[in-house]
């Protein structure tokens, strides 16, 4: 089945500063989206990102907060810009992909993030 | 707007006892339904799906019913282990909308005591 490397799996970082995270997928795949799970919460979708375009963000999101880079196929990236303590949150990237095991779904492992 | 709504947790069980997790769900179309479960430490895997109504998702001694007329689909296990011990989370996917996302609910942290 599909394969999401996520990275980094975990960072303790100081306020006001950014952090990117990246996800490869092992197959080219159309659609990635980024998720946000703040501390004992489901999963909150924040933005959808195809390859070509600017990301979809949800309501509450915003591009200067969490922009958003899809190169190529397999890549993606989410920044989170100018962090505060609120930022401490479980990162998931995801990616719709045609393996029938998972009906599509693939999931990164997360990026524990911890702003201090 | 879509959404999902979980029984709340934490659900504390003991080992072989049967579990259920309620699951409902509000879709302007047909969606697909999903269960998934995060291990502590881990990432989301799929553990059980259906795509329309009457279908039973099932995996590893899990099942799930789509019931459409409940818009309910609810989680069951008729004897759980402590390697069960896990959050697991109901979601939905509208693909007749054109939506591609998952629209998730609130999870619901099983603890399942030897």
């Known amino acids: 089945s599909a394969v999401i490397s996520q990275k980094p799996s975990r960072d303790i970082c100081q306020r006001g500063t950014s952090l990117t995270i990246q996800c490869q997928v092992d197959s080219q795949v159309t659609m990635m989206f980024w998720y946000r799970q703040q501390p004992g919460q489901s999963l909150t979708l924040i933005a959808t990102?195809?390859?070509?375009?600017?990301?979809?963000?949800e309501s509450g999101f915003v591009i200067d907060k969490f922009p958003i880079s899809r190169p190529n196929l397999t890549f993606s990236t989410l920044t989170v810009s100018n962090m505060s303590p609120e930022d401490s949150s479980i990162y998931l990237c995801s990616a719709r992909t045609r393996d029938p095991d998972s009906y599509g779904y693939t999931f990164g492992s997360g990026t524990r993030l911890t702003v201090v | 707007g879509d959404s999902v709504t979980q029984m709340e947790g934490p659900v504390t069980l003991s080992e072989e006892a049967c579990l259920t997790i309620n699951c409902t769900y509000t879709a302007t179309g047909y969606p697909s339904l999903f269960w998934y479960v995060q291990y502590p430490g881990e990432g989301l895997q799929l553990l059980l799906k259906?795509?329309?109504?009457?279908d039973k998702g099932s995996n590893k001694g899990f099942e799930a019913t789509y019931r459409k007329e409940t818009t309910s689909f609810h989680l069951e296990k008729g004897s759980v282990q402590v390697s069960d011990s896990a959050v697991y989370f109901c979601a939905l996917s509208d693909l007749g909308q054109g939506a591609q996302k998952l629209v998730f609910g609130q999870g619901t942290r099983l603890t399942i005591n030897p």
């Open positions: 990102a195809n390859q070509g375009s600017e990301a979809t963000y």
């Open positions: 259906a795509t329309k109504a009457d």
